[in-house]
């Protein structure tokens, strides 16, 4: 015998209300997604963007995010115009590289810190496209044995250190084939154990190179240029794992890069020396 269930008049007018406000409620977050009210911002109506602290020119001037000037900021003011945002809707949070590239919830929309796109990362961060590949720079002292070095063999030769974590580490050790490469948590680190004669040379991103041997550490200079590691990208903005927010940074990343803002101020702030000498093996 087949039995029918009756629905009381008033929790059927409750359970029609509740459908309703339910698809009221999702089609005015539809309404605001990929605008600056966007729902799953971290903070609807403003962007937050993760960096380094202290920056460093050539990717941010005057260790001031929000001044604009530099390769990084200038890019973000122009992803955030290109988003919606106004100049003043952009708010900064400072973290370690190390917090940045670590799996798990993220205190910012996505972040920008010269962070190279690797397939290990992407294992447990998600990222843009790449918007810039920078070669890599070696970084020595006078009387290093790597002065006049014309072979990865003589780079070898020396005492070398990196900060943990990133592609210039990965890059000693499965490139160039350096064992015992010295860690340390920042690149001033890096360069006080250098100035103490602990380490010879270091690896790091041409631009950050020609900083670091311009104010830094003058003392010292770039030995010589290395080609792009296969498994390095290059730089792209990095993402809480499966964000949702990506599609709408990267349809508006993919506009900037075509209006030519990205050549541009690589003109500005990146200028290499192309007298430079290059290693390739």
């Known amino acids: 015998m087949t039995r029918l269930i009756r629905t009381h008049p008033a929790l059927a007018a409750i359970a029609a209300l509740s459908t309703t406000l339910a698809l009221g409620t999702a089609t005015l977050a539809t309404a605001r997604d990929m605008t600056p009210q966007d729902p799953r911002l971290v903070t609807p109506g403003q962007l937050t963007v993760g960096t380094s602290d202290p920056v460093y020119p050539p990717w941010m ?55 190279s796109v690797t397939e290990a990362r992407a294992r447990v961060v998600s990222f843009s496209q790449v918007y810039f590949q920078p070669e890599k720079a070696v970084i020595a002292l006078p009387g290093s044995p790597i002065e006049g070095a014309e072979s990865f063999a003589d780079l070898r030769a020396a005492r070398w250190g990196a900060v943990i974590g990133t592609t210039d580490l990965a890059y000693l050790e499965t490139i160039l084939g350096v064992a015992d490469a010295a860690v340390y948590s920042d690149q001033i680190g890096v360069f006080q154990a250098m100035r103490a004669g602990q380490i010879d040379a270091t690896l790091a991103a041409l631009p950050t190179a020609l900083f670091a041997t311009a104010v830094q550490i003058p003392e010292a200079s770039i030995v010589a240029i290395l080609p792009p590691d296969a498994n390095d990208s290059g730089h792209g903005l990095l993402f809480e794992f499966g964000n949702p927010l990506i599609e709408w940074v990267d349809a508006a990343l993919a506009e900037v890069i075509a209006a030519g803002v990205v050549d541009a101020l690589k003109a500005t702030y990146l200028v290499a020396d192309p007298a430079l000498p290059v290693i390739t093996e």
């Open 61 to 115: 001037l005057n260790n001031d995010p929000a001044g604009g000037e530099g390769f990084e900021n200038g890019l973000i003011y122009a992803l955030a115009a290109r988003m919606g945002f106004a100049p003043e809707d952009v708010v900064w949070v400072g973290q370690t590289f190390d917090q940045t590239i670590a799996p798990g919830a993220k205190p910012f929309d996505f972040a920008i810190q010269q962070i």
